[in-house]
């Protein structure tokens, strides 16, 4: 399920920006990220847009037939974007990697995706390699009357405690 974004919409990767001034830049192809960091927003945010093209195009091109970017469209569509949560992002010379996780709904409930990926540094443009398993630090748990964590406002207990 692709979110709907305008100039005035605060961008889906949580930073607090509006689109126009944080990920759309990256999407559009204006500018390119400049930090791990900035790609991994910019590709999180192209999941909610279902925008294969960009991350197709922003993975490392020795690494784009490993992933079914077909396959991909159909699970982003099916997928209720519900935020990001970036716990670390480093990088040095050309490498770099950015420790986050991905909140979403599908049928079967709220996911959380937690992984560390790795980025490199080609030619001026920074691309995503590839990811593996991460363990994010722990948390205090979340109380029923904490504001959600999927970022819409409303108390846990009324929005997505019991999905």
């Keep these: 399920m692709s979110l709907v974004l305008n100039d005035q919409t605060t961008c889906p990767c949580q930073s607090g920006q509006n689109f126009d001034r944080c990920c759309a830049p990256f999407i559009s192809g204006e500018q390119l990220p400049e930090t791990p960091g900035q790609l991994m927003r910019s590709r999180y945010t192209a999941y909610t ?79 995503f390699v590839h990811g593996k398993e991460y363990t994010p630090p722990a948390e205090k748990s979340q109380g029923r009357n904490d504001p959600c964590l999927c970022g819409s406002g409303k108390k846990f207990k009324k929005c997505c405690m019991n999905q």
């Design 49 to 127: 847009q279902t925008n294969m093209d960009y991350l197709e195009q922003t993975t490392q091109p020795a690494m784009r037939s490993r992933y079914d970017f077909e396959d991909l469209k159909k699970w982003a569509q099916d997928s209720e974007w519900l935020g990001l949560k970036i716990y670390e992002e480093s990088h040095e010379g050309d490498s770099g990697r950015v420790c986050f996780t991905a909140r979403y709904r599908q049928k079967s409930g709220i996911i959380n995706h937690s992984e560390d990926s790795q980025f490199i540094l080609e030619e001026g443009r920074w691309y």
